[in-house]
């Protein structure tokens, strides 16, 4: 008996590592899924990048700040050969360059309604919104006295104010702002200065809105404290965010998206509903996170705004990074559906051939394949849905054949649909996947264990 044992252990071990070995090989088409997942991502961020193009992308607003060029002259030094004495001579001379002061609000009231809407290219939905934005606050007087500028230096005549944003393919209207009862029109994509100083602005990041200033206007800005305030309608793509600037900002947002993703370095009082969302930051002392020199690097160096908050309008469900997800449990699906065989075969006396097993793979692959196809076309838990049904009727309609006995062919039944829904619990909590796979995991190893206790692997071959 002793003989007989090795051998018939032997058989069951050898069934299993075929089971394996399938298992492994139907990786090659779950292989090839991922790679037309990627490949339909990669399309999908095509024409987003092709909505955004037209849409202005995300956009970043921030301002409007006030320019005042003025004169003032600065010690250069040169080195020239004399011959005469064989040697380089410094000599210092003075020569007259341009300057700039920026003036930005002492507070700020912003409001923005952000109206959520899709943009279809092909087979694909992007999500845009178009906002209408307020702004209100106040300046303080514009000082000069903090760099001792000389009256009859500053160059009044080529003043201007503009408010910065990522890209003017957003704006949909011209923007008027009003301070103190003059209206300024800000209209032009470039700073609207003489050719005293246009050849300052040269590599000036142009990505603003400009309007210049009346000599009626900056004689109030120099007098007093001045309230502005003005409207407009920006569209964007992705995120619409603001740079905190002055020392008091309050900023209100509200939307008809319900699912927005909040960032930045504040955090904002918010309120999510099925309908839409609000929220509000309120900001003081922001003041000392900008200066001069860093607007300066802004404009000209290239630098980006810090700190910035604003939201971002996302999909609640990205098909293609979830579809990705699902693919990642393949093996473990396929691997425990043969399981599933393997225990009929043992438990019922059945006899399934590996081909059958190898078609039961290929379907399990095909949801995955359904799964991405339907998505794209209708919602994906209806999608999820859909393929899961499909190919659950399938490998159990199949398996009734194969089978032919009724109890297991319904114990797969229920296995499938229930590996099919813990797969989508699995996906949707996407912070509480591993915790819940692995409780899964441990509940199906000891159903397994309870299932096969009483047999004897030795006395398979007998019946």
Known sequence: ??????????????????????????LIPIAFLFILNLDRKKNHTEAEQSIENLWGGPQMLAGPFIVVPYKTVEWVTQETYN?????????????????????????INIKASMNAQKRKRGLHKIVVNESSIHFDGSYLPLDFTKKKIAPENILWDDSFIFIKATSLKGFTNTVSLTIDQNTTELNQAEPPVSDLTASYFKKMNKEAIYGKLSLATLELLKAKNTTFSTNFNIRSSGNLAFVPLSKRMSINLDSNWSSPSFFGDYASDYKITQTGFTANWQIIQALSTMDDDKLDNVLFKGETFSPKLGVNLIEPVDLYTTSERCLKYGFLFIFLTFTLYFLCEVIFGLRIHALQYIQVGLGLCVFYLLLLALSEHISFNLAYLTAATAITGLITGYSYFVIKVKKAVLSLGTFLVGLYGFLYVLIMAESYALLMGSVGIFALLAVIMTITRNINWYELGKN
């Not at 075929?18 to 298992?23: N, R």
């Not at 005469?84 to 002061?101: E, G, H, M, P």
């Open 1 to 26: 008996m002793n003989d007989t044992k090795p051998k018939k252990a032997f058989s069951a071990g050898a069934k299993l590592f075929a089971i394996s070995l399938l298992s492994v090989l139907l």
């Open 83 to 107: 011959s005469v004495q064989s040697r380089y001579i410094k000599t210092t001379a003075q020569k007259d360059v341009i300057d700039f002061l920026y003036f930005w609000p002492e507070n």
